[in-house]
């Protein structure tokens, strides 16, 4: 049986993955508002959430896949690749399993916690020093923080963006 092709769902997805895309390369502009690597809004998550609550857990991963190879060719830093794709993808997992729940702001938060934790794994598998668990109670305070903002975002976005706009 042959599969038709969607051709609104790609246009939506390519969409998406657009405007999650121009909000990483915007954000990578800020200077970082605290001196410890690894803390950043996350503002590109609120695509991914917002894809995840409205759509398939296969479209956010599609979006998220797609903004992560593009961001890293954009930018150029080929290194953090490797560190998106484990933060992204734990994120996007742990995001899944809590959405089922339908509390955003909860999704939002550990979301953010665990893409620090995925990053935190990759760091120190690649760079192999222990002391780099260091760093996970500051960054369970900042995904705290931001894991608010997205799900709070995302949370409007949800409410406010007309359903019929949308695959």
């Known amino acids: 049986m042959k599969k038709t092709f969607d051709v609104k769902r790609l246009t ?3 969409l998406l993955t657009t405007i999650a895309l121009t ?6 502009a ?9 803390v950043k809004l996350g503002l590109a998550n609120i695509v991914t959430l917002f894809v995840l609550k409205r ?20 930018t150029g830093q080929a290194v953090s690749f490797i560190y998106s794709v484990s933060g ?8 899944a399993a809590v959405n089922k729940l339908q509390y955003i702001f909860l999704t939002g938060i550990l979301g953010a916690v665990s893409h620090n934790a995925g990053q935190i794994l990759a760091a120190f598998f690649i760079l192999r020093l222990s002391g780099i668990f ?5 960054l369970v305070i900042s995904g705290v923080i ?14 406010y963006i007309p359903k019929k706009y949308t695959m």
């Open 23 to 28: 909000i990483f390369v915007v954000e990578s």
């Open 55 to 74: 759509y398939k857990f296969s479209d956010a991963a599609i979006v998220l896949a797609m903004r992560i190879i593009l961001a890293t060719i954009f």
């Open 146 to 159: 931001t894991g608010l903002f997205t799900g709070l975002v995302c949370f409007f976005a949800d409410r």
């Open 134 to 138: 260091a760093y996970m109670p500051f």
């Open 30 to 38: 800020i200077p970082t508002l605290v001196p410890i690597p690894g």
């Open 12 to 14: 939506t997805l390519a």
């Open 88 to 95: 992204g993808f734990l994120c996007l997992i742990v995001m």
